[in-house]
């Protein structure tokens, strides 16, 4: 399985990027999917979430600015996020737990990274 993310970049404080991660690969199901993210100096870690059914969780510090979706279809998971601020610069690593064909165990996988810097 392999999960290829994109959409990062620089935008200005208060702006808008919408990050897109596709898995592709020997893949039989996808059931949790979700967005990390790693600033320089401190741990990974757990942005927002999403079910195979739509159920969502998310960091207390990104509520009501981002928004994370899935098409199940294209196997994509995407986050919207709006209102950015500098303290949301971070590498951005998108999750899959998956299983593949032939196989009935869960593993996660991840994607590359892409950056996001927030800066005026």
């Known amino acids: 399985v392999q999960l290829q993310a994109s959409g990062g970049g620089l935008v200005q404080p208060g702006g808008s990027l919408r990050l897109s991660c596709a898995a592709s690969?020997?893949?039989?199901?996808?059931?949790?999917m979700a967005w990390f993210r790693q600033a320089p100096g401190k741990e990974r870690e757990l942005v927002a979430r999403i079910s195979s059914g739509g159920t969502t969780n998310y960091a207390d510090s990104v509520k009501g600015r981002f928004t994370i979706s899935r098409d199940n279809a294209k196997k994509t998971v995407y986050l919207q996020m709006n209102s950015l601020k500098p303290e949301d610069t971070a590498f951005y690593y998108c999750?899959?737990?998956?299983?593949?064909?032939?196989?009935?165990?869960?593993?996660?996988?991840w994607g590359q990274g892409t950056l996001v810097t927030v800066s005026s």
């Open positions: 690969g020997n893949i039989f199901d996808i059931d949790t």
């Open positions: 999750n899959a737990h998956a299983a593949e064909y032939g196989s009935s165990r869960y593993t996660h996988y």
